[in-house]
Antibody, heavy 113, light 112 residues
C-alpha cells in the first residue's frame, strides 16, 4: 500500500524556519516525481514546489522562491521542504504528493507571533 | 500561469442524480507530444485530496466507474453518473501541462 506521511509542522513565528518531511513507503520512491501542495484555511489547493525523481531539478512557485527548498533522500524514501523566512501567508496544511496520484494526510503550519 | 475556471462553484444533488462539473483552461492543455495533463480530485471534508481521473479520462485506482472524465484542448468535464452520499466534498481540476502546475478553484458538491 502506498503511504505518504508528513511530519514537522507546527506553530512558528514570522521570519523563522521549519522543515517538513514526508516519509514514503509501499512504492519505489526513486522512480517518482514528488511535490508539495498547500491549502490555506478554507481555501483551495496551491502548488508549492516539485522535484524530479533523481532530485536533479527543482521548481518553485514565485512566492516561495529563495525561501523554500525542496529536496529528497532516495535512500531514505523521504521528501523534504525546508521553509525559511516564513510569513503569515504561508500558514496552511502542506501535503506531499507522488506525482499527483497519491497524497499524504497533510502537515499543519501556522505562522504567527 | 494557466488559469483553470471551474463551474459551478457549488452543486446540490440528490442521491442517484447525475451531475457534471466543468473545467475550462486559459490555454490548451495539449502538449507537443500529444498528451493532455488534466486531472480531477475529490477532497472529502477533513481529508486530503483523492485522485479520481488522470490524463482527462482515465479512472484512478479504486475509483468507482460512476465517475468519468472527458474533454480536450481547453474544455473538460467531470461527470458523476448517480451521485452517492460518499461523493460529497470539493472537486478540483488540476493541470500539469504547463509550469507551474495549477488547480481550479473547486466545486463543492452538497447532497440534498
Amino acid at each position: 500500500e502506498v503511504q505518504l506521511v508528513e511530519s514537522g509542522g507546527g506553530l512558528v513565528q514570522p521570519g523563522r524556519s521549519l522543515k517538513l518531511s514526508c516519509a514514503a513507503s509501499g512504492f519505489t520512491f526513486s522512480n517518482y516525481y514528488m511535490a508539495w501542495v498547500r491549502q490555506a484555511p478554507t481555501k483551495g489547493l496551491e502548488w508549492v514546489a516539485s522535484i524530479t525523481n533523481s532530485g536533479g531539478s527543482t521548481y518553485y512557485r514565485d512566492s516561495v522562491k529563495g525561501r523554500f527548498t525542496i529536496s529528497r533522500d532516495n535512500a531514505k524514501s523521504t521528501l523534504y521542504l525546508q521553509m525559511d523566512s516564513l510569513r503569515s501567508e504561508d500558514t496552511a496544511t502542506y501535503y506531499c504528493t507522488r506525482a499527483g496520484d497519491a497524497w499524504g494526510q497533510g502537515a499543519s503550519v501556522t505562522v504567527s507571533s | 500561469d494557466v488559469v483553470l475556471t471551474q463551474t459551478p462553484s457549488t452543486l446540490s444533488a440528490t442521491i442517484g442524480q447525475s451531475v457534471s462539473i466543468s473545467c475550462r483552461s486559459s490555454q490548451s492543455l495539449l502538449d507537443s507530444a500529444g498528451n493532455t495533463y488534466l486531472y480531477w480530485y475529490l477532497q472529502r471534508p477533513g481529508q486530503s485530496p483523492q485522485l479520481l481521473i488522470y490524463l482527462v479520462s482515465n479512472l484512478g485506482s479504486g475509483v468507482p466507474n460512476r465517475f468519468s472524465g472527458s474533454g480536450s484542448g481547453t474544455d473538460f468535464t467531470l461527470k458523476i453518473s448517480g451521485v452517492e452520499a460518499e461523493d460529497l466534498g470539493v472537486y478540483y481540476c488540476m493541470q500539469a501541462t504547463h509550469a507551474p502546475l495549477t488547480f481550479g478553484s473547486g466545486t463543492k458538491l452538497e447532497i440534498k
